[in-house]
């Protein structure tokens, strides 16, 4: 079985309080991969609740993905 999996930065509003910078978050994600080999990254993005930035296309981008595997188009 294959796991979709979407990484989702959130509080992008709070820029100068970060503490993981987006590589460090894809470098990590990498060492996942390897001991997860039916992981299967989608995309990394960054997301503000706070003012709605990016919140949906981060359940829209894993969800197209999904149903594309599953050979549904939209």
């Known amino acids: ?3 979709h999996c979407v990484l989702v930065g959130n509080k992008l509003d709070l820029e100068d309080l970060r503490v993981v910078e987006k ?3 894809l470098k990590e ?3 996942m ?3 997860f080999p039916n992981l299967k990254f ?3 993005i960054e997301t503000s609740a706070l ?3 990016n919140v949906e296309s ?3 981008d894993l969800t197209k993905e999904f149903l594309k595997y599953k ?3 939209i």
């Open 42 to 44: 989608i995309s990394y």
């Open 29 to 31: 994600l990498k060492k």
């Open 51 to 53: 003012n709605n930035t």
């Open 33 to 35: 991969q390897k001991s």
């Open 1 to 3: 079985n294959i796991v």
């Open 71 to 73: 050979g549904i188009t």
């Open 58 to 60: 981060s359940f829209t």
């Open 23 to 25: 590589d460090q978050a």
